[in-house]
Structure formats: C-alpha cells, structure tokens
C-alpha cells in the first residue's frame, strides 16, 4: 500500500563492436531528442507530507484509544 510499484525498465543493450554513428535509428533518437525514462519518471516525494501523515495517525490513535 505505502509501497512504490516497481517500474519495468526497457532492455537497451548495444551489441559488441557497436557503432553509434553508423546506426540509423540512433541517429533518429538524437535528432528527435529522446531522453531515458528513468530519468523523467524519478520524482522525489517530500518527507513533510509523509511526517504529517505520521503525526495525524498518532492523534487518531491516542484520541480513539481515550489517552488525549
């Protein structure tokens, strides 16, 4: 539930003796100005909001179990 779904990441190997310059679709890649998705998809969440929630809980708790 609190846990981050894992992220199937895509299988881009070059070959050995791999070429770059002479590949037509790297050179559409560049051209085109694709990026990985690793590096879009990596957002960081704030600590606040996970605090917030933390002490929110606690409150629930000690107001339903009649200690505050």
Same mark, same amino acid.
């Given at each position: ?25 790297? +050179? $559409? ?8 998705? %690793?590096?879009? *998809?990596?957002? +960081? $969440? ?8 933390? %002490?929110?809980? *606690? ?10």
């Amino acid at each position: 539930m609190f846990m981050k779904k894992p992220v199937h990441r895509i299988f881009d190997y070059p070959p050995r003796f791999y070429k770059p310059e002479d590949d037509q679709s790297e +050179k $559409r890649k560049r051209k085109l100005g694709f990026s990985r998705k %690793i590096k879009s *998809i990596r957002k +960081k $969440r704030s600590p606040l909001i996970w605090i917030t929630i933390l %002490i929110l809980v *606690i409150l629930a708790y000690l107001k339903l179990s009649g200690v505050g």
